[in-house]
Nanobody, 126 residues
Framework: EVQLVESGGGLVQAGGSLTLSCAASGFSVGDYNIGWFRQAPGKEREGVSCVSGEDGTTYYAESVKGRFTISTDNIKNMVYLQMNSLEPEDTAAYYC???????????????????WGQGTQVTVSS
């Protein structure tokens, strides 16, 4: 059974840092593209970052470029999202998701992913 479990969310002050973890089971992280999404109350789910399972290329939304870093640990079968210089606008529930390699061109789209975690809340206070 494919499963994704996020952890590492919490409350942090603006300017602070958090690292989110996504534990994968039932598959190897290299078998899929792994994306991080976020959803704030009343807003659509948006793609934040993605790592290609095929060649390791990383992708970032403009709003987080230079502040967030996605990485994988193939031995632990984990994907991480290091978030620095956090802003109140980063407050949201964060989700990791797994999708097939050939959807990498559409990594920002929810429909590019077949499996989703339950989410972890990140709250950034001003």
């Amino acid at each position: 059974e494919v499963q994704l479990v996020e952890s590492g969310g919490g409350l942090v002050q603006a300017g602070g840092s958090l690292t989110l973890s996504c534990a994968a089971s039932g598959f190897s992280v290299g078998d899929y593209n792994i994306g991080w999404f976020r959803q704030a109350p009343g807003k659509e789910r948006e793609g934040v970052s993605c790592v290609s399972g095929e060649d390791g290329t990383t992708y970032y939304a403009e709003s987080v470029k230079g502040r967030f870093t996605i990485s994988t640990d193939n031995i632990k079968n984990m994907v991480y999202l290091q978030m620095n210089s956090l802003e109140p606008e980063d407050t949201a529930a964060y989700y990791c998701a797994a999708g097939p390699h050939d959807w990498i061109h559409a990594w920002t789209l929810v429909k590019a992913y077949d499996y989703w975690g339950q989410g972890t809340q990140v709250t950034v206070s001003s």
